[in-house]
């Protein structure tokens, strides 16, 4: 599923209502689901952390079995290539992954700054 991280929650969580309305599980804790996030290889670190302490953490908090590479691909010149991260659990405990990763992204990589919001901010000095 590709799109804005809210399009790809609500196509996922449509084919989820969907499997379930349809009697291939019984309730929402019965399937394991496997997303594929990726990530700027540039990244992959921040969400390892020191000794693999930030990914051990995310999967405490959130239930899920996050995977990465073994050997995750070295960003090229341009820093523009992108690394899979797998997250395995039950569905929320995946969406809440997948949040949390795109987070800790943005905190690294704010978006740009829009011209709407630069002229605010010059108001404001």
């Known amino acids: 599923i590709v799109g804005t991280p809210e399009g790809q929650w609500?196509?996922?969580?449509m084919i989820f209502e969907k499997m379930r309305e349809e009697g291939f599980m019984c309730g929402t804790d019965?399937?394991?689901?496997?997303?594929?996030?990726?990530?700027?290889?540039?990244?992959?670190?921040?969400?390892?952390?020191?000794?693999?302490?930030?990914?051990?953490e995310l999967q405490r908090v959130t239930g899920s079995v996050i995977?990465?590479?073994?050997?995750?691909?070295?960003?090229?010149?341009g820093g523009d290539e992108e690394t899979p991260v797998h997250i395995i659990g039950?569905?929320?405990?995946?969406?809440?992954?997948?949040?949390?990763?795109?987070?800790?992204?943005?905190?690294?990589?704010?978006?740009?700054?829009?011209k709407k919001q630069k002229a605010a901010k010059e108001q404001l000095q």
Request: aromatic share 4%; glycine share 6%.
């Open 90 to 114: 039950l569905f929320y405990s995946v969406q809440s992954a997948q949040r949390r990763i795109r987070a800790m992204m943005l905190s690294t990589n704010p978006p740009p700054i829009t």
């Open 67 to 77: 995977k990465l590479p073994e050997h995750a691909l070295a960003p090229p010149s």
């Open 30 to 56: 019965d399937v394991r689901l496997t997303v594929e996030l990726l990530v700027a290889s540039s990244q992959v670190g921040r969400i390892i952390g020191k000794g693999g302490q930030n990914v051990r």
């Open 10 to 13: 609500k196509a996922q969580y």
